[in-house]
């Protein structure tokens, strides 16, 4: 990032050594005494590594363990056999608050809750709104692509298996390659950042962390497959809700230094006039007139689209949903999961900016910024707090990228290429293989990037140019009938072609050559990003606009299962209600895109620097959003499955026959409807 957004004080807060390196940093407009006695906390970290240890290792088993369980109690009282299709697919039946609940998670990484609070701390309120408006986007426009994969390719397990049955052999194993990258870069930006957060906060080493918190996750995905990922979902998104309410009400209500968006206000306007962002109007944190943030704005833009619609985790995620869920729980998910980003780092973020605290742009690269800011206005309970948000962030989505890979490698090469007559144990089989592996791989890939010093910013921003150059291919193979497969191929990867030559010669022209700092520029990494995904998608559309296919989608939907779904074949008059439906769905993800990107940025520019008013107003705003995300994620998924949960509760005894005339008669988890 720019290096105009480096704070005006060095020394780390979390790498204190002396009680005069903490004094020195201490900002004139606030109480030196405060500093003064809590910096014997900073000399080392501020929770001990037992804490540490409890929560990735010994928390993370519980956790999974109980999660195996309740799948087991589950599969016990509704004689619930686990084959191939349940463990990948989880009955193709999850209703519209936990396929919500589920997508909130699954797009809930380390770097949502630490790098959203970071741009806040480089730019001020521009960087909440970027990050999260940026990300939210590509999940509401993938609810489409949701209902498209339950009209064109019911039967599907994977993305790639309907390429395959449109374009072949090479362009199967052509984005192959591109979903495995994505998911292992998703992967190592989850355990690095919480690695190097649980090592900032207990001190446990960085290697170590990395090896223990993908275990927890292993247990629970190994023994469950999707469906008790889907439980553990649940929960998690639960946690990190509550958590992000609770740092709101903090910041902007109970805490004794800020405690109104007043003083946060003021504080905001003295820390601007000591050391404004370069590219912001007047320097001020109070604006959406940023230039750095923009270019953010637009990278993030870009690059999330490849980490959406390349991971086949949000495919499996689709695939497993109900008809009608497989669209209202993405529009749902992606607008709640806004208010992530958006709320917790327009209080975290902007109180970390509102202290002055001490934190050096090396250490918000790595996203030490909201355990930074915990700890100052909460002491241990913060950082503890943060620690367990974070923790519940990497397992839930490290637990998706695991089932996902495990789909992959089973469906895609062991079933495709090595044994096509494979029984559904041998899938299952090799599918927990994969996950045992996967984990430990990524847990040994996060921790190389920490040794060769790649930090989480730098990956986040850079995904772009490796993964975008497959989005519109992608979406074209379930979209539309006349891509062809040779444009598919050559658009992918003569895209990949440009977007590392235009971000590796654009960063090799600053001063100092070809280095990580140059190559994370802000115009670097834009242009890279940007010529990835437009030059592969111009290529992709003109290859296949001179040389058209010709699809009536009959292909993708003989896909074969390997044991029988009755979930998987979709009646007639469903399919005419989703027909009917996906125009309008189409129509409201444009729209929500156009708000969220569009006009809500240029409504705040006549504002140019906020007045105390406004961010009065930003911060309402952000308040109803994280509340009602909050409430929606906890509440919808207990109501839709609440006789389920009579059921299971009472072990059996509540009977089937006392359902209501049209509800659900059985729990699964809070996952699948009986039907």
């Known amino acids: 990032m720019s290096r105009a957004a480096e704070p ?107 790098q959203s609070s970071n741009v806040a701390y480089q730019f001020g309120i521009s960087g909440p709104l970027w990050y999260a408006a940026g990300a939210t986007v590509q999940v509401v426009l993938f609810s489409t692509m949701a209902v498209l994969v339950k009209l064109r390719a019911p039967t599907a397990h994977t993305f790639l298996e309907i390429i395959r049955a449109r374009w072949g052999r090479v362009a199967h194993l052509t984005f192959l390659g591109f979903a495995l990258i994505t998911n292992i870069i998703v992967t190592s930006m989850l355990v690095l950042g919480g690695s190097v957060t649980v090592q900032a906060l207990t001190g446990m080493n960085v290697d170590v962390a990395s090896f223990l918190i993908p275990l ?37 209500v109970t805490s004794e230094d800020l405690g109104s968006p007043d003083k946060v206000y003021h504080n905001l306007q003295q820390v601007s006039l000591i050391r404004g962002v370069e590219g912001n109007r007047d320097g001020s944190y109070l604006t959406m007139f940023s230039r750095n943030g923009f270019f953010f704005g637009v990278v993030n833009l870009v690059g999330n689209f490849g980490t959406v619609f390349i991971d086949q985790s949000y495919w499996q995620s689709a695939i497993a949903a109900s008809p009608t869920a497989s669209w209202k729980g993405y529009l749902l998910g992606g607008l709640c999961w806004f208010a992530i980003p958006f709320s917790l780092a327009s209080s975290l973020g902007l109180a970390a900016v509102a202290r002055s605290l001490p934190i050096t742009i090396e250490e918000a690269n790595q996203g030490l910024v909201p355990p930074a800011a915990a700890f100052d206005l909460m002491g241990r309970n913060g950082a503890s707090l943060v620690l367990v948000m974070l923790f519940m962030a990497v397992t839930s989505s490290g637990a998706s990228e695991q089932i996902a890979v ?113 190559l994370q520029e802000d115009e670097v990494m834009l242009a890279g990003n940007l010529s990835s995904i437009l030059s592969s998608a111009l290529v992709c559309t003109i290859i296949s606009i001179f040389r058209p296919d010709d699809c009536d989608w009959s292909t993708t939907k003989a896909i074969p299962l390997i044991e029988d779904d009755p979930n998987a074949h979709i009646a007639f008059e469903t399919e005419e209600a989703l027909e009917q439906a996906l125009k309008r769905i189409g129509i409201a993800g444009v729209l929500i895109t156009g708000v969220l990107v569009v006009l809500w940025p240029a409504f705040t520019l006549p504002a140019k620097v906020f007045s105390k008013h406004y961010f009065r107003f930003w911060v309402a705003l952000s308040f109803i959003w994280g509340i009602a995300s909050c409430v929606l994620m906890i509440v919808l998924p207990l109501i839709e499955s609440r006789h389920g949960i009579l059921i299971l509760l009472s072990g059996g005894r509540y009977g089937l026959g006392a359902k209501a005339e049209g509800e659900e008669t059985a729990l699964e988890d809070f996952v699948v409807e009986d039907r």
């Open 8 to 114: 005006f004080v060095s020394p780390s807060v979390f790498f204190f050594n002396s009680c005069e390196n903490a004094q020195a940093v201490v900002n004139n407009f606030f109480n030196e005494s405060k500093y003064e006695c809590y910096t014997h906390f900073f000399r080392s970290p501020p929770l001990s590594i037992a804490i540490g240890y409890a929560v990735v290792l010994a928390f993370g088993l519980a956790f999974g363990a109980a999660t195996v369980a309740l799948v087991f109690i589950d599969q016990y009282i509704f004689r619930r056999a686990m084959n191939s299709e349940y463990f990948n697919t989880a009955g193709r039946s999850v209703r519209t608050g936990l396929t919500a609940s589920v997508v909130v998670s699954q797009w809930t990484w380390a770097a949502t809750l630490l």
């Open 406 to 518: 495990s789909s992959l490698i089973s469906y895609d090469v062991y079933r495709t290429y090595f044994n096509p007559n494979c029984s559904g144990q041998q899938v299952i089989f090799l599918s927990r293989i994969v996950i045992v592996s996967y984990g430990l791989l990524t847990g040994g890939f996060s921790i190389a990037l920490h040794h060769i010093h790649v930090n989480l910013n730098f990956l986040y921003l850079a995904m772009g140019v490796f993964i975008g150059p497959a989005v519109v291919p992608v979406a074209y193979s379930i979209s539309w009938g006349r891509c062809s497969g040779k444009g598919a191929v050559f658009g992918s990867l003569f895209g990949l072609v440009c977007g590392l030559s235009v971000w590796l010669s654009y960063g090799a022209s600053f001063p100092g050559g070809l280095s990580v700092e140059n």
């Open 216 to 252: 927890g996750v292993i247990l629970y995905t190994f023994a469950g497959g999707l469906k008790a990922t889907f439980v553990a979902s649940y929960f998690n998104t639960g946690v990190i809700l509550v958590a992000l309410v609770v740092f709101m009400f903090k910041v902007y």
